[in-house]
């Protein structure tokens, strides 16, 4: 399994200019480890929805890279959208799924049948471009330069364990990022 923080960590260091959306837990250890805010959506109290979010922003910059960090949990809320994205195609969507098990955020709850939902399966199944499950860090940090140089919609599965560091705050108002993430993408 890979800690959270060092999945984190390889995705901010690849991302270049690519926008960030990212929900629940890698939301919460995202904003610590990102090196480029501008570009970084964070979403609270719309658990499911980030991947929502991250395809209208695909499909409204196709010059850019989004990458969705989403969770397990989370994905699971919200599985049909893997229908909507991979019927969209979006060449520049890029979705991290981080696979623990359980619902973190709200208290570490196992969540219903993580032992047998295979999300590459049903990534693929949806008909995203390509699915990856890592288990290693090592092996996740060599190919996820030419993962995000592939065209998508791209699933990443990625089994994760989430160590002590505490990963902060969980709710606040995101107007002003969101106000000013629309400024920088369409008046630039």
């Known amino acids: 399994m890979i800690n959270s923080y060092d999945a984190i960590e390889a995705i901010s260091e690849v991302r270049g200019n690519a926008i960030v ?12 480890l990102s090196k480029n805010k501008d570009l970084d959506l ?3 109290g719309a658990m499911g929805k980030a991947s929502n979010i991250a395809l209208g922003i695909s499909i ?10 989403d969770g397990d949990g989370s994905l699971l809320m919200n599985a049909g959208s893997l229908v909507t994205v991979a019927t969209q195609k979006p060449k520049n969507f890029f979705h991290f799924v981080f696979n623990d098990g359980v619902y973190t955020t709200t208290g570490g709850q196992p969540i219903p049948g993580s032992q047998i939902i295979d999300f590459t399966g049903l990534a693929e199944s949806c008909g995203y471009a390509k699915s990856f499950q890592f288990e290693d860090i090592e ?26 560091r505490d990963p902060g705050m969980y709710m606040r108002d ?13 008046e630039n």
Do not use: C, H, Q, W
């Open 42 to 44: 964070p979403v609270f």
């Open 60 to 69: 409204a910059r196709p010059d850019k890279k989004v990458f969705v960090l």
């Open 139 to 164: 092996d996740f940090i060599t190919k996820l330069p030419l993962i995000i140089d592939m065209e998508g919609p791209i699933f990443v599965n990625l089994k994760v364990f989430n160590d002590s």
């Open 174 to 186: 995101i107007s002003e990022i969101m106000k000013n993430l629309r400024l920088f993408l369409f």
């Open 21 to 32: 959306v990212s929900i629940m837990t890698p939301n919460r250890y995202f904003e610590k």
